[in-house]
């Protein structure tokens, strides 16, 4: 059964910081995996979705990279700002990967001090 | 493109009653998902639409949830005989895909519709 872990679980940073967020997974035989972005109180907004075949993607100021060997995806914010303050979380396929639902980790809170 | 949009944002109910969520997809989208998510947790998984068939119910979709897609476009999500443990936010999402999943496709979710229930 397909588990996703995501560490740390709350996260505080200064303005400007270059940041790291983990998620593993535990099944590898997944063929996708996406972050997203959720402001409290709403709905989830997607950041990266990476493909299997894909090793990393980039958009903006962010960088996520997939090693499905070891099990694990980071999501990387270069200069944080006050506005990424916010709850990032990955999702991956289940294990079997033929259904069209995501298993989600319980998320990162990231707090970015001005 | 005006986004997943979900009616009623925020729903107070009496344990017993019956509630109906609905949500309305990006026009062109022809996949449509419902999940659930409380305090300090990911969305669970609930139920899938690809135009009006539902091709995947969780088992977390008990017999007192139902979920419809009628004419492939807008979905509701029925509650009856409400309980506390339902009070959660209803996520709904869209997506276009063609063929099957494992492709994989970006996933774009309303804000959500927030149950009470007392």
């Known amino acids: 059964k397909q588990e996703v872990t995501q560490i740390p679980a709350a996260l505080s940073v200064p303005e400007g910081e270059n940041l790291v967020l983990n998620c593993s997974f535990t099944d590898s035989a997944i063929y996708n995996l996406q972050w997203f972005r959720q402001d409290p109180g709403k709905g989830l907004t997607s950041l990266l979705l990476?493909?299997?075949?894909?090793r990393e993607q980039t958009s903006g100021r962010l960088n996520a990279s997939l090693d499905k060997s070891s099990g694990r995806s980071t999501l990387y914010i270069a200069a944080s700002q006050p506005g990424d303050s916010a709850t990032y979380l990955c999702a991956v396929p289940p294990s079997g990967g033929s259904q069209g639902n995501l298993i989600f980790g319980k998320g990162t809170k990231l707090s970015v001090k001005p | 493109d005006t986004g997943v949009s979900q009616d009623p944002r925020h729903k107070i109910t009496k344990r017993g009653q019956n509630v109906t969520f609905r949500c309305d997809p990006i026009s062109e989208h022809n996949r449509l998902y419902w999940y659930r998510q409380t305090l300090g947790q990911g969305p669970e998984f609930l139920t899938y639409?690809?135009?009006?068939?539902?091709?995947?119910k969780s088992r977390l979709l008990s017999d007192r949830f139902s979920a419809e897609r009628p004419k492939g476009s807008f979905s509701t999500l029925e509650i009856q005989r409400t309980e506390q443990g339902d009070s959660a936010m209803y996520l709904c999402?869209?997506?276009f895909g063609t063929g099957d999943f494992n492709s994989g496709n970006t996933i774009y979710f309303g804000e959500g519709s927030w149950l009470t229930v007392v």
């Open positions: 990476i493909q299997s075949s894909q």
């Open positions: 639409f690809q135009n009006e068939a539902q091709l995947e």
């Open positions: 999402a869209s997506s």
